[in-house]
C-alpha cells in the first residue's frame, strides 16, 4: 500500500499520508524519524518535498559555448541563488535547457536522515509540483486552507479563496483557456468539498471546462506510473552531484570570470523583463512591480516573477502568506514609469533592488513612497548620478513584521 510523507519547512510537522482497512485516508504528523518507524510498510513510502523547501528550474543554453556553459552549470546556478541555505542538483540537459533542482540544506539534512539512519535509500523522491504536470489544456488547483495553487502550462500561481476567481479571469485573458481544471485537496489535511464545490460553481460561469476533484494520492499514483526519471534518496541526499552530460570533448578551458560575466549579461536580461505574467497580475491589481519591470525588453518575464516569488517563500524578512500581496505592496511604492531596475537580489535577510530613476523628480517620488509606506523598512545605500541626469539607487529592505 502506498504512503505518502510531505517534507515541509517545519520539519517536525512533516505528514503522513496512507489509507487505513476501510480505504480512507489517515492523516498524522510528526517529525520525520517517528513518521517512517511508525509505517507499515517503509519500502512503499514515497516522499515529497514542499514547496517550500524544493523547487525545479532550469537554464536556457546558448547558441555558443555551449560545452563551456553546459560543463559550468552550477557555477553558474550558484550565481543565482543564495547557496549558502540551498544545494542545487544540476540533471542532464535536455535540448537547450538545462534543469536542475534547488534544495533548502534543512530538507538535504532530512534525506540524509533517511538514507543512513533509517536505511532507505531507493524510495521514491517527488517534488510538489510533479505532482501536477499542467500544460495549455490541462490545469490544476491544488487547495489547502492556507492558500491555493494554480498550475498552469507548466507554470505556478499562488492565490486565495477570496482573490482566485479574479486570478483565473486574469490568466484566461493571457492563456488558453483549458478544457480541463483539475482540483486536488488533501496534500496537508484531510479536507471537507463543500468549500471546493463552492470555488468550483465561481469559475463555471466563465471558464467553461470541464471541473474534476481528486484526492492528491490520485495524482500521486499519477505521478508515479507516469515518470520515468524519478529521483530516490541517495540521489537526491547529495545535491552537489553533477549527472554526466553528453558534450564535446574538446572544449577549452574557460577562465570562470568570463563566464561568470556571460551568465551575468544573461541574468541582467531575465531580470529585466516584462512577460505576460506581470501584465497577468497588473489586470488585477493597478500595478505590480510595473515600473520596476517596465520598459525592459526579455522574452522571459515568467521566469522573472516566478523567481522572484520562489525567492520571497525562502527569505525570512518578507511575508510568505501571499506572495502576490508582496508583490502588490512592493509594485505599490516602485510604481512610477520613469523608474526602472537594474538589479534586483534577495537573501534570507533582506531584498536589494539597484533602480534606475531618470531625473530628480523620480527621486523625490520614490522617497515620498518609501517614507508612506508602512510594511518595509528601506535601507538607503547609495546615491550616485549617472548619465546627464539619470541617478542610481541600491537599496535594501525588510518587512517590518518579521
Known amino acids: 500500500m502506498t504512503e505518502i510523507i510531505i517534507i515541509n519547512s517545519e520539519l517536525d510537522k512533516c505528514v503522513s499520508i496512507r489509507k487505513n482497512e476501510k480505504s480512507d485516508f489517515v492523516y498524522s504528523y510528526n517529525n520525520i524519524g517517528e513518521l517512517v518507524r511508525n509505517s507499515l510498510d517503509k519500502d512503499q513510502i514515497t516522499f515529497v518535498l514542499s514547496k517550500y523547501v524544493a523547487y525545479r528550474d532550469k537554464l536556457e543554453i546558448p547558441s555558443k559555448n555551449k560545452s563551456i556553459f553546459i560543463n559550468n552549470a552550477k557555477n553558474i546556478i550558484e550565481q543565482e541563488i543564495d547557496s549558502q541555505s540551498q544545494k542545487i542538483l544540476v540533471q542532464k540537459h535536455k535540448h537547450n535547457e538545462i534543469p536542475y533542482i534547488v534544495i533548502s540544506d534543512d530538507a538535504v539534512n532530512t534525506l540524509n536522515f533517511i538514507q543512513n539512519e533509517l536505511?532507505?535509500?531507493?524510495?521514491?523522491?517527488?517534488?510538489?509540483?510533479?505532482?501536477?504536470?499542467?500544460?495549455?489544456?490541462?490545469?490544476?488547483?491544488?487547495?489547502?486552507?492556507?492558500?491555493?495553487?494554480?498550475?498552469?502550462?507548466?507554470?505556478?500561481?499562488?492565490?486565495?479563496?477570496?482573490?482566485?476567481?479574479?486570478?483565473?479571469k486574469v490568466l484566461l485573458k493571457r492563456e488558453k483557456k483549458p478544457e480541463t481544471v483539475q482540483w486536488s485537496y488533501g496534500l496537508y489535511a484531510d479536507q471537507p468539498l463543500d468549500r471546493i464545490q463552492k470555488l468550483q460553481l465561481q469559475l463555471t460561469s466563465f471558464i467553461n471546462a470541464n471541473q474534476e476533484s481528486k484526492h492528491v494520492m490520485k495524482y500521486l499514483h499519477k505521478a508515479l506510473s507516469s515518470n520515468n526519471s524519478l529521483l530516490n534518496v541517495s540521489k537526491l541526499s547529495n545535491p552537489y552531484l553533477n549527472i554526466s552530460y553528453s558534450y564535446l570533448a574538446n572544449w577549452k578551458s574557460f577562465n570562470l570570470l568570463l563566464i561568470s560575466f556571460m551568465f551575468l549579461v544573461i541574468l541582467l536580461l531575465q531580470y529585466s523583463n516584462t512577460s505576460k505574467f506581470t501584465s497577468q497580475i497588473e489586470l488585477r491589481y493597478t500595478n505590480i512591480l510595473s515600473s520596476v519591470f517596465r520598459d525592459i525588453g526579455s522574452e522571459n518575464q515568467t521566469d522573472d516573477l516566478d523567481r522572484v516569488i520562489r525567492?520571497?517563500?525562502?527569505?525570512?524578512?518578507?511575508?510568505?502568506?501571499?506572495?502576490?500581496?508582496?508583490?502588490?505592496?512592493?509594485?505599490?511604492?516602485?510604481?512610477?514609469?520613469?523608474?526602472?531596475?537594474?538589479?534586483?537580489?534577495?537573501?534570507?535577510?533582506?531584498?536589494?533592488?539597484t533602480l534606475i530613476a531618470q531625473n530628480d523628480q523620480v527621486l523625490k517620488q520614490l522617497n515620498i513612497a518609501i517614507q508612506e509606506n508602512k510594511n518595509f523598512s528601506f535601507v538607503i545605500n547609495s546615491i550616485e548620478n549617472i548619465d546627464d541626469k539619470k541617478i542610481l539607487i541600491n537599496l535594501s529592505f525588510t518587512y517590518r513584521n518579521v
Open 119 to 168: 536505511n532507505l535509500k531507493y524510495n521514491k523522491i517527488l517534488l510538489e509540483k510533479d505532482l501536477y504536470e499542467s500544460n495549455q489544456d490541462m490545469w490544476y488547483i491544488s487547495y489547502q486552507e492556507d492558500g491555493i495553487t494554480i498550475y498552469f502550462d507548466g507554470k505556478v500561481l499562488q492565490s486565495t479563496d477570496d482573490t482566485l476567481e479574479k486570478d483565473i
Open 311 to 353: 525567492k520571497i517563500s525562502y527569505n525570512n524578512s518578507l511575508p510568505k502568506v501571499n506572495y502576490i500581496n508582496t508583490l502588490n505592496e512592493i509594485g505599490n511604492i516602485f510604481n512610477q514609469p520613469q523608474l526602472k531596475l537594474k538589479t534586483i537580489n534577495l537573501t534570507e535577510q533582506e531584498m536589494n533592488m
